[in-house]
């Protein structure tokens, strides 16, 4: 595939996972990357914070990498139960999602929340994965491009470059739900994510942005055939290393 960008396919297991099942999916995700010398693309895996320093000494020497799924905003401190950017990386993570719209959902963040996040990941030299999305209801509302907008407007970290942050536009309606937007309305919003970070960014041109949401072996590769589709976030089929696979392979 010619892509300007290097194409990030990225897996979120979310909460799921414990070291018995983890181990051996990863194992055979690094055991099919291993094939490729050198991948095309860039390979991750966001596993729960439990399972990363297992799955970063699983994954040594092989093109997969891990991320987080989250991060607080501060280095350390009195925040029981979370966990700093520092932390993540100390474990051999490079990657961390931030403002999932499950955790936007679940855990009231704000994008100005989601901004602050980004800044840690970067703050420890990780690269930030910040997630946007409209509802089904903004959709339906014909508001889809502006919340857009203002999402990556006030949750792009400061300090953003092409080399420490990625875009993911997730439609919420598409996760988990079987649905996808058409390649047309995906071509759509991502070309309007990359000209709002045209303002934001000097190296806009070279920021991947991500499609999310409902990304399967069956419909990943019209999905990445779409103009601005840099990679994919993927839930689901990110859990067994045999789905996960075929939409890797429609970019390495
Ligand atoms: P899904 O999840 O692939 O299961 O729809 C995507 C995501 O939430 O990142």
Redesign the pocket.
């Known amino acids: 595939m010619s892509k300007q960008r290097r194409p990030l396919i990225a897996g979120?297991w979310?909460m799921n996972g414990l070291a018995s099942s983890a181990a051996p999916e990863l194992q055979e995700l690094v055991k099919l990357a291993g094939n490729h010398s050198q991948p095309n693309c860039d390979i991750l895996i966001c596993p729960p914070a439990t399972l990363l320093d297992k799955m970063v000494s699983l994954a040594k020497g092989s093109a997969v990498k891990l991320g987080g799924q989250d991060c607080h905003s501060n280095e350390s401190g009195a925040h029981t139960g979370d966990i700093s950017a520092e932390m993540l990386k100390d474990t051999g993570a490079e990657y961390c999602i931030v403002g999932?719209?499950?955790r936007r959902a679940d855990h009231g963040e704000t994008s100005t929340v989601v901004q602050a996040k980004a800044e840690a990941a970067l703050r420890a030299g990780l690269i930030a994965i910040v997630?946007v999305g409209e509802t089904l209801a903004e959709r339906e509302g014909d508001k889809t491009l502006d919340v857009i907008s203002d999402q990556v407007r006030n949750s792009l970290p400061d300090g953003a470059t092409a080399a420490n942050t990625v875009i993911?536009y997730?439609p919420v309606w598409?996760?988990?739900?079987g649905k996808t937007p058409t390649p047309l309305d995906v071509a759509a919003v991502h070309a309007h994510i990359r000209k709002e970070l045209g303002v934001l960014m000097d190296d806009s041109d070279a920021v991947r942005v991500l499609y999310?949401?409902?990304?399967k072996g069956s419909n990943a590769a019209e999905l990445m055939a779409v103009e601005n589709v840099d990679g994919a976030?993927?839930?689901?089929?990110?859990l067994k290393a045999a789905d996960f696979w075929p939409i890797v392979e429609t970019s390495i």
């Open positions: 979120n979310k999932h719209s499950e997630c993911a997730e598409a996760i988990g739900t999310g949401g409902s990304v976030l993927v839930g689901g089929a990110s």
